[in-house]
Structures are given as C-alpha cells and as structure tokens.
C-alpha cells in the first residue's frame, strides 16, 4: 500500500512538472490553427467590380498562397453591413461617399484609402434595338422610352443610380423621365434588366456595359453632368488581418491593375 500511494505521488508530481509543456503544446497548436484562419481575406466591393476584382484576386492568390472571399453588392449596401458588424478586411466603394461614410463612422482605416479606378456612365439598350439617342440638355428621352421602362440603380443610395439621377437633373429632364424608373438594388440588376428585354434603356457604367454582349450602348453621358466617378479602397477598421493590407498593395501594382484595364476602367495614380 505505501508503495503504491508512492507510485502516485510521484505521477502527481510529474504530472506537474510536465503540465506547463503540455499547456505550451496547446498553446501552439491554437496559435497554428488561429494563423491559417486569419489567412483568408474577406473582401466588401461594388457590384460592377465582379470579373476583374475576381481576376485581380486569383493573381494575387496564385502569388501568395491565400485565398480571397469577396461580396458583390451596392455599395451602400456593403458599408451599412460592415456598420452593423460584419467581417471585412477590405472596402471597395462605386463612389466616393459612401467611403467617406465609413471614415466618418470611423469603420475604414484613413491611412490606406486608395483611389484606385475611375468609370464612366452610359446610357444602354438591348443589343438588337435601333435606338439612337444624343444625350444634350432637354433630350426627349421620355420619349423614346415610351411605354418601358430605364432600368437604374436606387436613387438614393446606389452610386450608379445617384450618378444617373444627377445627370438626369443636369441634362434638365429628371421630371419627365423619373416615372419611366425601374430601381434596381446595384447596378448589375439593372445592367440585367436591360439584358433580358425587361427594359428599354438603362444607366449603368461602361465597364458593366462591356461585360455583357446582350446589351449596347446608346449613348455616354457627358462628364460634367454627374460627380467623377471613383472607385476608393480602404481597409476595415476592425480588421486586423495582414493580409488585407498585402492584397490591397498588390491592387496598386501594374500586374493587380491589369486586370481593371481590360475591363475598361480608368487606372487612377495611387
């Protein structure tokens, strides 16, 4: 009996020696899996980035070995998500104000907004009609929708339908063709709507247009007629991923920009 109550006694006491090495091991093997997680770069952009950010992102995955997760959507959409909590590393905005937004909020890092791309708005019908329309100051454009519809993204809130809605005013014809709007939550449904037939005009940018042949362009709205269009990005506030930050400096390189040049955006100096 005494021997055996030594025999435990001394496993005790290995068992304490040996714990903190135990812990240790713990320890490492949580750091290991916290790190691979932490890999991942968890993207919020603009629905008329879709194609050539997707491109962008498999350059720079090929290169580094991470993987980059990326949500299309409005970009007012995108901001009040992350306002509300969702993980993102990275911002990239339509326009300009709903990145200042997010500065206010201080949701987005000041220090890393880029301006990276620049846009430009057109008018588009569907490929096979004959519509010619010059885009002047009192143009009759409600009348050339007639009956149909223009397809543009939400006027308040959508940059691609705020560009619309202030070139509209500008051109002195908001009144008459505002009734004709079919509102769109981004600017690829309503690059869609134009595709399928289901409207006779839309307003989305000329990147968007290009992207799909069932579509052509009318007409390019003149470029005093709305704010420049810019695309910031900007890392989120409450990321802490290193990795965000290493994408979004592939993005000002030649080789992370390619991809936006094919697709018709202006490069902007970073």
Known sequence: MLRFARRAFLAFTLGLAFAPGLAQAEDASAAKAAQAGAGDVTVFAAASLKGSLDDAAKAWSAQSGKKVVISYAASSALMKQI???APA????????DWMKYGLDKKLIKEDSVVKLLGN??????PAD???????KPGVDLAGAIGEGKIAVGEVKTVPAGKYA????????ILKAVEPKFAQTDNVRAALALVSRGEAKF???YATDAAADPKVKVVATFPEDSH????????LTASSSNANGAAFLTFLKTPEGQQPFAKAGFTLLKP
């Open 83 to 85: 306002e509300q909590g």
């Open 89 to 96: 590393d990275l911002f990239a905005s339509a326009d300009l």
């Open 120 to 125: 430009a708005l057109v008018l588009i019908a």
């Open 129 to 135: 009609a004959k519509a010619g329309i010059e885009l």
């Open 165 to 172: 809605r202030a070139a509209f005013e500008k051109l002195g």
């Open 202 to 204: 839309g307003v989305v």
């Open 227 to 234: 704010e420049p269009i810019v695309y910031p990005f900007g």
